[in-house]
């Protein structure tokens, strides 16, 4: 079947320095991808989205890249914090009759002080 | 806080119960989805309902149901249970039917004993 994944199941990092966190994907009719972060004992939060008529969208510390012709999603966060620690999905929509996201299986990032 | 409200917070019963969860949609929100998270299976979608119909259907078992109200407020049905349905629920709403950011709640934690 058709699925999202992501390349690193942990990441480490030094606070300070950009962390990039991986994802592929399989489905080429998707057409609209998040990124959320997960922390301990909480529903997942948005961090950024972009679509597939774009290529790298930004936000504040965040920049989502899209490589639709290997289909690959990835999400660098710049001067990483203790606070972004967490556990980072990427997930993929295809809007049909209704909606509905598929996530990856996520990438637990860990920021050392 | 992504105005999304989930109770109970957590849930604590018996093989062979039934359980409802309920979840309110951020203002103004039509479109409501369910999301299980297992340690086994990441993060599934069940369903989606648009201003009270329902839109899309993810592998959600026939001994789960759910609907939303008049008020767009959704419940989540879980009878039978089984000690595999423990997991977090998550409810999700988006403005829209289709391409749309989903913003998730805090989530129930139901616990099958």
């Known amino acids: 079947g058709e699925s999202v994944g992501l390349h690193l199941p942990t990441l480490s990092v030094q606070e300070g320095d950009n962390s990039i966190i991986n994802c592929a994907y399989s489905?080429?009719?998707?057409?609209?991808f998040i990124w959320y972060k997960q922390e301990s004992g909480k529903g997942p939060q948005f961090i950024i989205d972009?679509?597939?008529?774009?290529d790298k969208r930004q936000g504040q510390r965040v920049t989502v890249l899209l490589n639709k012709t290997v289909k690959h999603l990835s999400l660098q966060i710049a001067a990483t914090q203790p606070g972004d620690s967490a556990v980072y999905f990427c997930?993929?929509?295809?809007?049909?009759?209704?909606?509905?996201?598929?996530f990856g299986e996520g990438t637990q990032l860990t920021v050392n002080p | 806080d992504s105005g999304v409200t989930q109770t109970p917070k957590h849930l604590i019963t018996a093989t062979g119960q039934r359980v409802t969860l309920r979840c309110s949609p951020r203002?103004?929100?039509?479109?409501v989805y369910w999301y299980q998270q297992s340690l086994d299976q990441g993060l599934q979608f069940l369903i989606q309902?648009?201003?009270?119909?329902?839109?899309a259907k993810g592998n959600i078992l026939e001994r789960f149901s759910a609907q939303q109200f008049p008020d767009l407020h959704s419940e989540l049905n879980l009878s039978s249970l089984e000690l595999g349905d423990s997991a977090l629920y998550f409810c999700?709403?988006?403005?829209?039917?289709?391409?749309?950011?989903?913003?998730f709640g805090p989530g129930t934690r139901l616990t099958v004993l």
């Open positions: 309902y648009y201003n009270g119909e329902e839109r």
């Open positions: 999700a709403s988006s403005a829209n039917l289709l391409v749309d950011t989903q913003y």
């Open positions: 972009i679509r597939s008529n774009m």
């Open positions: 203002s103004g929100d039509l479109s």
């Open positions: 489905n080429s009719a998707s057409d609209y």
């Open positions: 997930a993929e929509n295809i809007g049909t009759s209704g909606s509905r996201l598929t």
